[in-house]
Nanobody
Framework: QVQLVESGGGLVQAGGSLRLSCAAS????????VGWFRQAPGKEREFVAA????????YYKDSLKGRFTISRDDAKNTVYLQMNSLEPEDTAVYYC???????????????????WGQGTQVTVSS
């Protein structure tokens, strides 16, 4: 079983950047597809980005393309989410999730993922 721990959240002004990390422990991240989701107060959790187990395919929420970048370093057992040009609307708790192998249907679906981290708060001030 893999345990996921997110870090890198915090308070940033609009226009700033943050890089979130999702570190795996308990076993290697190799062979796992990984996604980032977020949940703002009073809203449902939504898909942000995902990267395939091989790293060759990435997926993004349409409105975040060009601002957010997902990447992975399997040697460090870590997946990253680089977030640039942050907006107050990006304020949320960000979660990483992992699923061994390929997704059954879609990496955008939170129910595709078996393992979840506890989340890290991102707050963007205007």
């Amino acid at each position: 079983q893999v345990q996921l721990v997110e870090s890198g959240g915090g308070l940033v002004q609009a226009g700033g950047s943050l890089r979130l990390s999702c570190a795996a422990s308990g076993r290697t991240f190799v062979g796992y597809g990984v996604g980032w989701f977020r949940q703002a107060p009073g809203k449902e959790r939504e898909f942000v980005a995902a990267i395939s187990w091989s790293g060759s395919n990435t997926y993004y929420k349409d409105s975040l393309k060009g601002r957010f970048t997902i990447s992975r370093d399997d040697a460090k057992n870590t997946v990253y989410l680089q977030m640039n040009s942050l907006e107050p609307e990006d304020t949320a708790v960000y979660y990483c999730a992992a699923e061994p192998g390929s997704w059954r249907k879609s990496p955008l679906d939170q129910y595709e993922y078996t393992y979840w981290g506890q989340g890290t708060q991102v707050t963007v001030s205007s």
